[in-house]
């Protein structure tokens, strides 16, 4: 016999059975999601390059770009005033010592020199007039036919005689220089570097007339900065290489250091005198100079390992041990595009973060890429 659906009975054990499916089916998504829980794998480490730090020679070399000058350059000027008509020379010419360079108008020395010869020619015959007086005095005065006022009046004649004619004489000379000095002449071999002034140009005594080079040595001159100037090991080697032609070449060695720093760079101007300059290096010429720095044993890192802490550089140290990396400041003695030279900070031995030190942060896990080099 078949039992009533609808007796009390059977409501209630319905009831049950569907509280059971509903608390089941609750359970479901609380069971699947503490599965995908226990089965989420952990965090993997970070790989990351590094660099084992260790003490080396520097090796560093500073490139600088100067010029070729003379080792001596003279600017040559007129010792007297005047209206020049001539300059036979030019820029670039190359001169040979008692050359013509330039000549002013010698009209008035000329005249001054014809004034001094007639003048020199009058107190010679003054001379000649009071010695010859003063003997007539002085052969009266042994006689006894004349006074002794009249004889040193004679001989004070003599006296002033002779002091015009040394007068006359200083004179002539100072006229004969005056008219050497309307022409300029070179005193030594050289080139001419640069022109002050051009013919029909009055030009004052000094006025710088032309620039000559002196062929007896060249220099290649740089601005250094004051930082190479305390690096660079003394009596160093500088080679020297033409800019547009880097196979000429040749060795120098500094000779002249500024005392004083150019205002405006704030450098100091350097020439390196040249040893057996090659003919190339013309001057004016554009060279470069390349010195090897003596700074001792350094640490040196890539310029990718650099970041910042504490508004400080800083790198990330890597603890092998642990395999984590701690973020450290450090101190640097200078750096480029591509190196960075540390100071202080680091400790021989020490593996750095190379690469990756964006997206790092300090204690986290690491994987080193290759092991450190």
Do not use: W, Y
């Not at 250094?224 to 033409?242: C, F, G």
């Amino acid at each position: 016999m078949r039992p009533d659906m609808h007796s009390p009975t059977s409501r209630a054990r319905s009831k049950g059975a569907l509280v059971a499916v509903a608390a089941f089916v609750a359970m479901v998504p609380l069971l699947a999601a503490c599965q995908r829980q226990d089965e989420q794998p952990k965090a993997d480490a970070r790989p990351v390059r590094t660099v084992l730090v260790a003490e080396a020679d520097s090796g560093d070399t500073v490139v600088l770009t100067g010029n070729v000058q003379a080792q001596n350059e003279a600017a040559m000027a007129f010792r007297i005033s005047g209206r020049m008509i001539e300059r036979p020379v030019n820029v670039g010419d190359r001169v040979t010592a008692g050359q013509v360079l330039a000549k002013l108008d010698p009209v008035n020395e000329l005249n001054a020199l014809r004034s001094a010869q007639a003048a020199l020619a009058a107190a010679e015959g003054q001379l000649v007039t009071a010695q010859n007086a003063f003997d007539r005095q002085d052969h009266l005065l042994g006689n006894g036919f004349t006074t002794r006022a009249n004889h040193d009046q004679a001989r004070q004649a003599l006296l002033a005689a002779r002091s015009q004619l040394d007068d006359a004489e200083a004179q002539l000379e100072i006229a004969r220089d005056r008219v050497a000095f309307t022409e300029l002449k070179a005193d030594v071999d050289g080139t001419i570097t640069a022109r002050g002034a051009e013919p029909g140009e009055v030009v004052q005594a000094g006025q710088m007339i032309v620039q000559l080079a002196r062929q007896d040595g060249r220099d290649a001159v740089f601005d250094v900065p004051a930082q190479v100037l305390r690096s660079a090991p003394p009596d160093s080697e500088i080679v020297i290489r033409l800019t547009d032609d880097p196979t000429v070449s040749a060795i120098g060695r500094v000779r002249e250091i500024a005392p004083q720093a150019d205002a405006a760079t704030r450098t100091f101007p350097v020439r390196v005198g040249i040893n057996n300059p090659p003919e190339a290096m013309r001057l004016g010429s554009t060279v470069t100079g390349t010195l090897k720095l003596d700074s001792g044993p350094v640490m040196s890192l890539p310029a990718s390992a650099l970041t910042t802490a504490n508004d400080r550089p800083a790198v990330f140290v890597v603890d092998p041990a642990a395999e984590t990396v701690s973020l450290r400041n450090i101190e640097i003695a200078r750096h480029d595009p591509a190196t960075v030279i540390v100071a202080s900070g680091l400790a021989s031995g020490e593996i750095v973060v190379t690469a990756g030190v964006q997206a790092l942060h300090p204690g986290q896990k690491v994987r080193l890429v290759g092991g450190a080099s």
